[in-house]
């Protein structure tokens, strides 16, 4: 069976460590077991080494496509956060996925935007990593980020 790190192998990435967070809060909270298992991440801007690798609007500074490549990299640290919540990154199912795109009046292509970061799930995670999805156009992120990404997860 293959896991999902050779998943990622395949694909050419390497899950990252977790993001450390940027301000006052914490990279996930869990509800007990009794409760349901869920694992609600904060919210993962497209940092690669620690640098935002591009700032801007959707409609205006980028393409939809390089929107979906950013949503991609958010995505790819939302695993490694679910990795270290969980333990064990075959073990995780990917319930719900927000994706917020930084966008311009104008632009209505936020759902394509946030196919980056929902191809790259069920890349890696396979049937796990299907979810239900909103993909919601905002005017500004932290950061001036085109896009953060957060999930609701639980253990298989």
């Known amino acids: 069976m293959v896991g999902a790190l050779d998943r990622l192998s395949e694909l050419g990435l390497e899950l990252p460590s977790a993001p450390a967070p940027a301000a006052a809060y914490q990279p996930w909270a869990q509800l007990p077991d009794g409760a349901g298992g869920l694992v609600f991440t904060a919210g993962q ?3 690669v080494d620690g ?3 591009r700032t801007g609007k959707l409609g205006a500074d980028l393409a939809t496509d ?4 950013l949503a991609r ?3 790819l640290n939302v695993l490694a956060v679910a990795a270290a919540a969980i333990g064990d990154l075959d073990r995780v199912r990917v319930v719900k996925l927000t994706v917020f795109v930084a966008s311009t009046p ?19 995670l396979g049937d796990a990593g299907v979810h239900a999805r909103s993909a919601v156009g905002v005017p500004v992120l932290p950061l001036d980020s ?7 997860l639980t253990a298989r």
């Not at 104008?106 to 890696?124: I, K, P, R, Y």
Request: hydrophobic residues 55%; glycine residues 6%.
């Open 146 to 152: 085109p896009v953060e990404v957060e999930a609701i």
């Open 45 to 47: 801007l497209p940092v």
């Open 66 to 69: 390089e929107g979906a490549a």
């Open 106 to 124: 104008d632009f209505t292509e936020q759902h394509l935007v946030a196919n980056g970061a929902s191809e790259l799930l069920a890349d890696v």
């Open 51 to 53: 640098v935002l690798p």
């Open 73 to 75: 990299t958010a995505a």
